[in-house]
């Protein structure tokens, strides 16, 4: 399945709970990134950074949208904070999409194991549709 994957500048939590108002949908579930494992390779983050939503989802009709803040400090341009999340089962399929999207693209994120999946990477391909491709479920993406 392909999702849209909108990013935010620190007010994604806001931004999210005012879509679920209006869209009426089940309350966000939100992953900050205070969340996540500590890293040896990355120094600790500020009580700033760490508040800063890294995932969460709403259902909106048939659709489900995912929705992070960039990291702080990332540049956040409006208009481009859009991409397209393929969530797969197949790891076969996980890699054979991300070196075809690569060619000729730029690697933001390498296909690598993660905290929350076996494969995840972020391509921007040669057209500049930028691409999060990895290893899942919708129940896992709705879930997590």
Known sequence: MIY?????DGDCREAVEYYAEVFGTEKPKFQSYGDVPPDPNIPPQSMEANNRVIYTTLKITESIIMFADLPLGEKFIPGNNLSLSMII???????????????GGIVLFPLQETFYTKKFGIVTDKYGVTWQIGIGTEEEILNP
Do not use: C, G, M, S
């Open 89 to 103: 089962e197949d790891p076969l399929l996980v890699q054979t999409y991300f070196d075809a999207l690569k060619e």
């Open 4 to 8: 849209p994957f909108i990013n935010f």
